[in-house]
């Protein structure tokens, strides 16, 4: 047991052959596909419009829907990643249209290198505007892959009927479908010379032809210098004109910028390095390295640049017309990862029209200012608002963590005194909302303005805190909803609103609070219209303010600025504009401006216009008088921030505190960021700061599970609450009829320390991962929420090799995505029909683990499951209840869990006919008039969970466990059927529904109120019984 507990860890890859290890990374590429083809179906139904003919009408299959073959099982994708991949579609078509579209009589070939199965052929064969004639597509991709997509296509009759007449070849050669517009080659890319003969063998290198190469997001997964060789070799190949699009990934402000360090950990995780950014890191070098590969003419700019130019108003219109979509920000830094190169041949082409903005690269660098991080558990918000209470305290309100929108508010202060933000347990509050505004008045009174929950549910709210009175108290609303507009404070009593997304005209707006009833809005005209403008840049300056940026309607930033002043009149206050000298440095949006000093502003985060802001353009200080730019870089080693959705706070000795803040990098992960704050010069940056969470003004202690019958407690916070432990014998239970008696009991009870077999000492990693299979395909739970709810399906399910499950659960280092790994071992022969068993599924750990024997004996031939549990640390496992009893045991890491009684159902927001709750994380979420207990497990605990105990766990640490459940009830008591998890409700209940909705049916044609009368005297009635 020793020596297997102290086996060195071996690294596999350094034990497999060169040809081991190129197949294992050519096979990873290839299920690459498997994601994006998924994603483009998504867009495809949502974006694409109409659908094919029905088979036999013709193939005239106008905007078809093709990837509908390729995807047996569509998925709607978040509208970021629906966005996303719209747009690197269509800056693909641009350029097959362009290309098609000039000299529409000759002879093209489209290559469609890595094509995966992408149905590009199809798309534009389709099409009665194609010259069929004088077209052909040809797909390229390792050989597996285009034998799959042949198959797909051979048993698809739409498909056949588009390229027939067509033959299939030998799977022994590279041309696996040939047909006279369309031909599938199977040949790895980086030889060359037999690429080379495959397309002569189809007679497609002739002198009459021109070529375009398409190569999207695959070359890059080459080794780099088997890429230039592509690229040159392409410029060479063709004897009329060639063209080549390259759409990939670029980091133009480095790998260390936040999203570019979360989408190079992405595909490092997925081990398929992506290896050009390393040698080309931005538009410029890509040019180069076409321009030096034999390419007359290279133009190239990055998605973001292609949306701008490219993409027509009346698209952008269509577009948004969709579904809602407020991810500006993320949008346009995944589109400048991204970029669009078109090569050619030719010796005349268009310059290239990409627009040359100096973006303050010759703005001076202050002396590097000292950043410092302080790692909270509380803080991954983005979007919410914060704003100074005094020196040393920052409030901070809403916002949007990893699953929902969020109503608490968090105070962030140095003083070791402070308390938390107080609400009395009676305050009516805000509802959850993001992208709203917040400022300080009299006192430390704070005000919130507007927000949203939905992009389709802004707010006209106005919300006061009394900091004396410690309550919420909604003030007069907004004439009009908004959400992401700006707000400053003038005075104590007088806030400035402009811009947003609005139901109105988003102008101005003065708040009054020295007007009865909740204060007065007056809507102020201004001496020039700026346009609708979302996330503008605004603060207050003593004298006037300064506002600057933004976005329009559909994403287009402003580059404008404006000093504003609030000046009275005869016909009362008005908006007097004055422009600001224009500077490169006020063109973007989502950015927050704040003052400095007398003299200057601070200007931080954001997206820019013409491209990637730099890391040390992220942060800049503007002289108010002169308007020149300071850049700020930072002169510690420490990993930076995601400056968007972040609120900045500037305090009294000019320290810049940055408080929440992050973004979803596209499909690669969410970034979040610890309180970050910095300062200038040769300061260094004090005393950690504290983040509190709001508390009430009253802690109340819940009642101990024996005492159910008690009053209802109101709910308060979860750092407030005392919850009782679970029972835990001092003795620990060592026969049968002890283990009986706390089964007769009824209620928890936790053994420590038992004995559990050799799985205690021998079960690492590794272990797990030799003796469980490690090539075993597994289910899991995939999570970025520190809490899977089943009822929101937060989380998706993911197929892997049980070593790649295990090494996400213990990472070699700190993973840089916020993705959270589960699962709950199914069976291996029928997952469908059979409960797990782990002596049946995992008989190689099965044989390390054992129940102690009093309680083995006492369960006898009663078990039912015995399902085996692995996961990350810190995945909150959803609140539930399963019908059968059950024992769960813990064999390593810490796991803490909560239980409720049974008397609890009916306040714990169970669904009916479900088995688990809707609230989305039970251990921060008190509930009024329950009962929980709690307790931590460590390594050889047993805890008893009798059925209907509800229960949700959340482990401390990567976490290891067996549950053995079994039926206590009489057989006949149980629904009949299949229940595989062994929480299918009892027969009586499930009867009992359908008679509730047959009683509920006969009341159907009665007057509602009669209705209501009958119905709670029956409810009424059911409960005395």
Same mark, same amino acid.
């Given at each position: 047991?020793?020596?297997?507990?102290?086996?060195?860890?071996?690294?596999?890859?350094?034990?497999?052959?060169?040809?081991?290890?190129?197949?294992?990374?050519?096979?990873?590429?290839?299920?690459?596909?498997?994601?994006?083809?998924?994603?483009?179906?998504?867009?495809?139904?949502?974006?694409?419009?109409?659908?094919?003919?029905?088979?036999?009408?013709?193939?005239?299959?106008?905007?078809?829907?093709?990837?509908?073959?390729?995807?047996?099982?569509?998925?709607?994708?978040?509208?970021?990643?629906?966005?996303?991949?719209?747009?690197?579609?269509?800056?693909?078509?641009?350029?097959?249209?362009?290309?098609?579209?000039?000299?529409?009589?000759?002879?093209?070939?489209?290559?469609?290198?890595?094509?995966?199965?992408?149905?590009?052929?199809?798309?534009?064969?389709?099409?009665?505007?194609?010259?069929?004639?004088?077209?052909?597509?040809?797909?390229?991709?390792?050989?597996?892959?285009?034998?799959?997509?042949?198959?797909?296509?051979?048993?698809?009759?739409?498909?056949?009927?588009?390229?027939?007449?067509?033959?299939?070849?030998?799977?022994?050669?590279?041309?696996?479908?040939?047909?006279?517009?369309?031909?599938?080659?199977?040949?790895?890319?980086?030889?060359?010379?037999?690429?080379?003969?495959?397309?002569?063998?189809?007679?497609?290198?002739?002198?009459?032809?021109?070529?375009?190469?398409?190569?999207?997001?695959?070359?890059?997964?080459?080794?780099?210098?088997?890429?230039?060789?592509?690229?040159?070799?392409?410029?060479?190949?063709?004897?009329?004109?060639?063209?080549?699009?390259?759409?990939?990934?670029?980091?133009?402000?480095?790998?260390?910028?936040?999203?570019?360090?979360?989408?190079?950990?992405?595909?490092?995780?997925?081990?398929?390095?992506?290896?050009?950014?390393?040698?080309?890191?931005?538009?410029?070098?890509?040019?180069?390295?076409?321009?030096?590969?034999?390419?007359?003419?290279?133009?190239?700019?990055?998605?973001?640049?292609?949306?701008?130019?490219?993409?027509?108003?009346?698209?952008?219109?269509?577009?948004?017309?969709?579904?809602?979509?407020?991810?500006?920000?993320?949008?346009?830094?995944?589109?400048?990862?991204?970029?669009?190169?078109?090569?050619?041949?030719?010796?005349?082409?268009?310059?290239?029209?990409?627009?040359?903005?100096?973006?303050?690269?010759?703005?001076?660098?202050?002396?590097?200012?000292?950043?410092?991080?302080?790692?909270?558990?509380?803080?991954?918000?983005?979007?919410?608002?914060?704003?100074?209470?005094?020196?040393?305290?920052?409030?901070?309100?809403?916002?949007?963590?990893?699953?929902?929108?969020?109503?608490?508010?968090?105070?962030?202060?140095?003083?070791?005194?402070?308390?938390?933000?107080?609400?009395?347990?009676?305050?009516?509050?805000?509802?959850?909302?993001?992208?709203?505004?917040?400022?300080?008045?009299?006192?430390?009174?704070?005000?919130?303005?507007?927000?949203?929950?939905? #992009?389709?549910?802004?707010?006209?709210?106005?919300?006061?805190?009394?900091?004396?009175?410690?309550?919420?108290?909604?003030?007069?609303?907004?004439?009009?909803?908004?959400?992401?507009?700006?707000? *400053?404070?003038?005075?104590?009593?007088?806030?400035?609103?402009?811009?947003?997304?609005?139901?109105?005209?988003?102008?101005?707006?003065?708040?009054?609070?020295?007007?009865?009833?909740?204060?007065?809005?007056?809507?102020?005209?201004?001496?020039?219209?700026?346009?609708?403008?979302?996330?503008?840049?605004?603060?207050?300056?003593?004298?006037?303010?300064?506002?600057?940026?933004?976005?329009?309607?559909?994403?287009?930033?402003?580059?404008?600025?404006?000093?504003?002043?609030?000046?009275?009149?005869?016909?009362?206050?008005?908006?007097?504009?004055?422009?600001?000298?224009?500077?490169?440095?006020?063109?973007?949006?989502?950015?927050?401006?704040?003052?400095?000093?007398?003299?200057?502003?601070?200007?931080?985060?954001?997206?820019?216009?013409?491209?990637?802001?730099?890391?040390?353009?992220?942060?800049?200080?503007?002289?108010?008088?002169?308007?020149?730019?300071?850049?700020?870089?930072?002169?510690?080693?420490?990993?930076?921030?995601?400056?968007?959705?972040?609120?900045?706070?500037?305090?009294?000795?000019?320290?810049?505190?940055?408080?929440?803040?992050?973004?979803?990098?596209?499909?690669?992960?969410?970034?979040?960021?610890?309180?970050?704050?910095?300062?200038?010069?040769?300061?260094?940056?004090?005393?950690?700061?504290?983040?509190?969470?709001?508390?009430?003004?009253?802690?109340?202690?819940?009642?101990?599970?024996?005492?159910?019958?008690?009053?209802?407690?109101?709910?308060?916070?979860?750092?407030?609450?005392?919850? #009782?432990?679970?029972?835990?014998?001092?003795?620990?239970?060592?026969?049968?009829?002890?283990?009986?008696?706390?089964?007769?009991?009824?209620?928890?009870?936790?053994?420590?320390?038992?004995?559990?077999?050799?799985?205690?000492?021998?079960?690492?990693?590794?272990?797990?991962?030799?003796?469980?299979?490690?090539?075993?395909?597994?289910?899991?739970?995939? *999570?970025?929420?520190?809490?899977?709810?089943?009822?929101?399906?937060?989380?998706?399910?993911?197929?892997?090799?049980?070593?790649?499950?295990?090494?996400?659960?213990?990472?070699?280092? #700190?993973?840089?995505?916020?993705?959270?790994?589960?699962?709950?071992?199914?069976?291996?022969?029928?997952?469908?029909?059979?409960?797990?068993?782990?002596?049946?599924?995992?008989?190689?750990?099965?044989?390390?683990?054992?129940?102690?024997?009093?309680?083995?004996?006492?369960?006898?031939?009663?078990?039912?499951?015995?399902?085996?549990?692995? *996961?990350?640390?810190?995945?909150?496992?959803?609140?539930?209840?399963?019908?059968?009893?059950?024992?769960?045991?813990?064999?390593?890491?810490?796991?803490?869990?909560?239980?409720?009684?049974?008397?609890?159902?009916?306040?714990?927001?169970?669904?009916?006919?479900?088995?688990?709750?809707?609230?989305?994380?039970?251990?921060?979420?008190?509930?009024?008039?329950?009962?929980?207990?709690?307790?931590?497990?460590? #390594?050889?605990?047993?805890?008893?969970?009798?059925?209907?105990? %509800?229960?949700?766990?959340?482990?401390?640490?990567?976490?290891?466990?067996?549950?053995?459940?079994?039926?206590?009830?009489?057989?006949?008591?149980?629904?009949?059927?299949?229940?595989?998890?062994?929480?299918?409700? %009892?027969?009586?209940?499930?009867?009992?529904?359908?008679?509730?909705?047959?009683?509920?049916?006969?009341?159907?044609?009665?007057?509602?109120?009669?209705?209501?009368?009958?119905?709670?005297?029956?409810?009424?009635?059911?409960?005395?019984?």
């Amino acid at each position: 047991m020793m020596a297997a507990k102290s086996m060195p860890f071996v690294s596999g890859p350094n034990q497999k052959s060169g040809a081991t290890i190129k197949k294992n990374s050519d096979r990873a590429i290839q299920e690459t596909n498997n994601s994006s083809i998924v994603s483009k179906r998504s867009v495809e139904r949502l974006y694409c419009g109409t659908a094919p003919q029905e088979s036999g009408k013709g193939a005239a299959f106008e905007n078809g829907e093709f990837f509908r073959y390729f995807v047996k099982k569509p998925q709607r994708r978040a509208p970021l990643i629906n966005r996303g991949y719209w747009i690197r579609m269509e800056a693909v078509h641009s350029v097959v249209r362009q290309f098609l579209g000039s000299c529409p009589d000759k002879r093209k070939v489209i290559i469609n290198l890595g094509c995966g199965f992408d149905p590009l052929p199809f798309q534009y064969l389709s099409k009665t505007s194609t010259n069929r004639s004088t077209t052909i597509f040809v797909d390229a991709d390792y050989p597996d892959l285009i034998s799959t997509k042949v198959k797909t296509i051979n048993e698809t009759s739409d498909l056949c009927r588009i390229i027939s007449p067509y033959a299939l070849r030998s799977q022994n050669v590279s041309v696996k479908l040939a047909s006279s517009s369309y031909y599938a080659i199977g040949c790895d890319l980086s030889n060359l010379p037999e690429f080379e003969a495959a397309l002569e063998s189809c007679g497609l290198l002739g002198e009459d032809a021109d070529i375009l190469f398409v190569a999207e997001v695959s070359l890059t997964y080459m080794d780099t210098s088997a890429a230039d060789n592509v690229i040159s070799w392409a410029s060479r190949i063709g004897r009329a004109v060639t063209e080549f699009a390259l759409l990939e990934q670029i980091v133009p402000a480095g790998a260390d910028h936040p999203f570019a360090r979360t989408m190079l950990s992405h595909f490092n995780r997925l081990k398929t390095p992506i290896k050009s950014v390393c040698v080309y890191p931005d538009v410029d070098a890509q040019k180069q390295r076409f321009s030096t590969r034999g390419w007359a003419n290279v133009q190239c700019d990055d998605l973001h640049q292609f949306w701008r130019k490219q993409v027509t108003t009346a698209e952008k219109i269509r577009i948004e017309a969709v579904e809602h979509f407020d991810e500006w920000e993320e949008f346009i830094l995944f589109c400048q990862h991204y970029f669009l190169l078109v090569a050619s041949t030719a010796a005349t082409c268009t310059e290239d029209d990409r627009t040359r903005i100096t973006e303050d690269t010759d703005a001076p660098a202050a002396k590097p200012w000292a950043m410092k991080t302080t790692k909270t558990s509380n803080l991954r918000r983005r979007w919410g608002a914060a704003t100074g209470i005094d020196k040393s305290t920052i409030a901070y309100f809403g916002g949007l963590n990893s699953t929902t929108r969020l109503d608490t508010s968090l105070l962030i202060t140095r003083d070791s005194t402070a308390k938390a933000f107080a609400l009395l347990t009676t305050s009516r509050k805000p509802t959850p909302r993001m992208c709203h505004a917040m400022v300080k008045l009299r006192g430390s009174d704070i005000m919130i303005t507007g927000g949203r929950g939905s #992009p389709g549910a802004p707010s006209a709210e106005c919300w006061i805190y009394g900091a004396d009175s410690k309550q919420w108290n909604l003030a007069a609303p907004m004439p009009e909803s908004r959400y992401r507009h700006s707000m *400053s404070a003038m005075s104590d009593t007088q806030a400035i609103v402009f811009g947003g997304h609005t139901d109105g005209d988003g102008q101005w707006l003065l708040y009054d609070s020295t007007h009865d009833n909740g204060g007065c809005w007056t809507k102020l005209p201004a001496t020039s219209n700026l346009g609708t403008r979302l996330s503008p840049s605004m603060c207050w300056l003593g004298d006037r303010g300064i506002v600057s940026g933004g976005f329009d309607s559909y994403g287009e930033i402003y580059d404008d600025a404006y000093f504003w002043f609030v000046e009275s009149g005869v016909n009362g206050a008005t908006i007097r504009l004055e422009r600001i000298s224009e500077t490169p440095a006020f063109a973007r949006a989502g950015a927050c401006m704040s003052k400095f000093d007398d003299k200057h502003v601070i200007l931080c985060g954001g997206v820019g216009k013409h491209r990637l802001l730099q890391l040390d353009e992220w942060i800049q200080t503007i002289d108010i008088k002169s308007i020149a730019v300071v850049k700020v870089a930072v002169k510690n080693n420490v990993e930076y921030p995601m400056l968007i959705g972040t609120s900045v706070h500037v305090t009294a000795d000019h320290e810049v505190v940055f408080i929440g803040g992050g973004a979803v990098c596209f499909s690669f992960g969410a970034c979040w960021n610890e309180l970050t704050a910095i300062t200038s010069g040769d300061g260094e940056v004090g005393d950690d700061w504290r983040v509190l969470e709001e508390s009430q003004e009253s802690p109340i202690a819940l009642a101990s599970v024996q005492q159910c019958d008690g009053p209802a407690n109101n709910a308060v916070t979860a750092n407030d609450i005392i919850i #009782p432990d679970v029972r835990t014998p001092s003795t620990p239970p060592s026969s049968v009829a002890e283990w009986q008696a706390i089964y007769d009991n009824g209620l928890p009870v936790l053994a420590r320390a038992q004995d559990i077999g050799a799985c205690a000492e021998l079960w690492t990693p590794e272990y797990l991962k030799r003796n469980a299979g490690a090539d075993r395909i597994v289910t899991v739970h995939v *999570s970025s929420a520190a809490t899977m709810n089943f009822q929101s399906k937060n989380f998706h399910y993911d197929n892997m090799p049980f070593s790649k499950f295990i090494d996400h659960v213990w990472p070699c280092a #700190p993973p840089s995505s916020s993705e959270l790994y589960y699962l709950r071992a199914l069976s291996t022969t029928d997952p469908k029909a059979r409960p797990a068993n782990i002596a049946e599924d995992y008989p190689a750990l099965a044989k390390d683990f054992a129940m102690p024997t009093p309680l083995a004996d006492f369960i006898g031939d009663k078990v039912f499951s015995s399902p085996l549990r692995v *996961s990350s640390a810190a995945v909150g496992m959803w609140l539930h209840y399963d019908v059968t009893a059950n024992y769960l045991v813990q064999i390593r890491g810490s796991k803490r869990i909560r239980l409720y009684p049974p008397s609890d159902i009916t306040r714990l927001s169970i669904p009916p006919g479900a088995s688990s709750s809707t609230i989305a994380d039970i251990f921060n979420t008190p509930v009024c008039g329950t009962h929980p207990i709690e307790t931590v497990m460590h #390594p050889g605990d047993i805890i008893f969970i009798p059925a209907m105990w %509800l229960h949700a766990t959340c482990p401390l640490q990567a976490s290891v466990s067996v549950n053995v459940f079994w039926k206590d009830l009489e057989p006949s008591l149980y629904a009949p059927g299949r229940d595989v998890y062994g929480n299918r409700d %009892l027969k009586a209940y499930e009867d009992g529904r359908r008679l509730v909705e047959k009683i509920v049916r006969g009341f159907d044609r009665m007057p509602e109120a009669i209705r209501q009368f009958y119905i709670m005297r029956l409810s009424e009635e059911l409960r005395r019984a």
